[in-house]
Nanobody, 115 residues
Framework: QVQLVESGGGLVQAGGSLRLSCAASGTTFSINTIGWYRQAPGKQRELVASISSGGSTGYVDSVKGRFTISRDNAKNTVYLQMNSLKPDDTAVYFC?????????WGQGIQVTVSS
């Protein structure tokens, strides 16, 4: 079992920055990949960024160059630094953790970017 708790969301003006955090607890040593999805109103959930246990990262094209994912294994925490935010980044952001045969989700956190 893995528990994920997100923090750091909120309201920001376009061009601003936010940093999301996701603290993992439980069988964290079993986590292979951890990252972030987001879901905007009326849209499907999309993968935003991920980072593997080896440190390999991946991003959706729309956030490349603006978002950076990182993980602190000692703190069992993953971060998503979001810069140059746009109104299109407005969504509920979900942290996820992928083990060999299971995926766990956080409760989601709102990010709102005003124009």
């Amino acid at each position: 079992q893995v528990q994920l708790v997100e923090s750091g969301g909120g309201l920001v003006q376009a061009g601003g920055s936010l940093r999301l955090s996701c603290a993992a607890s439980g069988t964290t040593f079993s986590i292979n990949t951890i990252g972030w999805y987001r879901q905007a109103p009326g849209k499907q959930r999309e993968l935003v960024a991920s980072i593997s246990s080896g440190g390999s990262t991946g991003y959706v094209d729309s956030v490349k160059g603006r978002f950076t994912i990182s993980r602190d294994n000692a703190k069992n925490t993953v971060y998503l630094q979001m810069n140059s935010l746009k109104p299109d980044d407005t969504a509920v952001y979900f942290c996820y953790a992928e083990l060999v045969s299971q995926r766990y989700w956080g409760q989601g956190i709102q990010v709102t970017v005003s124009s």
